[in-house]
């Protein structure tokens, strides 16, 4: 019985690592598109460093920024499709895909929405506003970020995990602030476009746990690349 729990265990660890490696390749094919080398294509940076923490092998990244840089004869035909709508108890929910088949993709997502609700595009984005998002750690213990998201240009910050610092910027000034801040000393750990709810649900015990699982089910999807909920 332990044996058949331990290789069930490692397919299924196997499975994860596989849906992960997925999302991290074609961040790295889009990435890539604006260039191959790493120093001068700071979102291919980023998304070589993701990668490599979740122990990608050498291989499969560098085919993949081959081949999202036009060096291979395997062209990557990817599209961003967002969706829009409602997880369980009215929680407004944008999900973005990254798809090489939109009809497939729409399939899915209209399966993983019965137990919410599927809206039309501005339904919901409306209560969404489109900010820039950069997660970086101090350069050293107690290093101000208020003070480093004024010199970096930021609009605001919050303190994240583990020590870490949420900037939030304008879209356009994205990639000058993280720059700016890894000038600075700041290990910037995330940098993308994101969705921040203007006035998030507050839930608690069953009702919070429900919403999760739906969002836990959205994740789970191949083609999804990004879930952003107005769950407070």
């Known amino acids: 019985m332990g044996a058949q729990w331990k290789q069930k265990w490692r397919e299924q660890a196997a499975n994860q690592r596989g849906k992960i490696f997925g999302k991290l390749v074609k961040e790295i094919l889009i990435a890539a598109k604006a260039g191959a080398d790493p120093d001068k294509n700071a979102r291919l940076r980023l998304a070589i460093e993701q990668a490599k923490k979740a122990s990608m092998p050498r291989d499969t990244l560098e085919r993949a920024i081959k081949r999202g840089a036009g060096l291979l004869d395997e062209p990557v035909v990817l599209e961003l499709v967002t969706y829009e709508g409602f997880a369980p108890h009215q929680v407004p929910v944008i999900v973005e895909c990254l798809t090489d088949n939109r009809t497939r993709t729409a399939t899915n997502i209209r399966v993983l929405f019965r137990k919410g609700q599927l809206a039309a595009a501005g339904a ?106 107005g769950l407070g």
């Open 124 to 229: 919901v984005s409306w209560d969404f506003r489109r900010l820039g998002v950069i997660e970086a750690s101090p350069p050293a213990p107690g290093a101000d970020a208020e003070a480093a998201a004024i010199e970096a240009g930021a609009q605001e910050v919050e303190p994240g995990e583990g020590g870490e610092a949420r900037f939030v910027t304008e879209p356009a000034d994205l990639d000058a602030v993280q720059k700016a801040l890894g000038a600075a000393g700041w290990g910037v750990t995330s940098s993308k476009l994101a969705w921040i709810p203007k006035n998030p649900v507050a839930l608690e015990g069953p009702a919070r746990e429900e919403v999760e699982h739906f969002l836990s089910a959205l994740d789970e999807d191949d083609d999804v690349q990004d879930i952003f909920a």
